[in-house]
């Protein structure tokens, strides 16, 4: 039972760093598409890359079970996270679209910052 909640609480680590990767991109702009400004800045995707193996470092190195009360997690416990991480990344850019498209708009007036 204690190995199942560990694992649990690995996959939930998992999970915050994948939705992270599209919190990440949707604050790189706050207009334009990340198709429209690209992904040039190095150190940005140095940083997802970073996070992520950090990310398997814990969960997979050994120790980690007794430091941090994680175990081993499957693959598809890090496809988990995918779908909403999708779900966020395609909410901001319609939203973007829509701060483009009618500036001073509902849109802008409720959620712009």
């Known amino acids: 039972r204690r190995d199942l ?3 649990c609480h690995t996959a939930f680590f998992i999970t915050i760093v994948v939705v992270q990767w599209a919190a990440l991109l949707i604050c790189k702009t706050r207009k334009l598409s990340i198709l429209q400004q690209g992904m040039r800045n190095q150190i940005l995707t140095f940083g997802i890359f970073f996070e992520t193996a950090l ?4 969960a997979y190195s ?3 079970d007794v430091g ?6 499957l693959f598809r416990h890090w496809l988990t996270a ?3 991480c999708i779900y966020i990344f395609f909410y901001d ?3 973007k679209y829509f701060l483009r ?3 001073g708009g ?4 409720e959620t712009y910052y």
């Open 106 to 109: 509902f849109v802008e007036r």
């Open 101 to 103: 498209k009618h500036p």
């Open 5 to 7: 909640q560990f694992t």
């Open 82 to 84: 995918l779908p909403f």
């Open 68 to 73: 941090l009360n994680m175990r081993p997690v």
């Open 55 to 58: 990310a398997a470092a814990l």
């Open 93 to 95: 850019e319609l939203r």
């Open 62 to 64: 050994p120790g980690t």
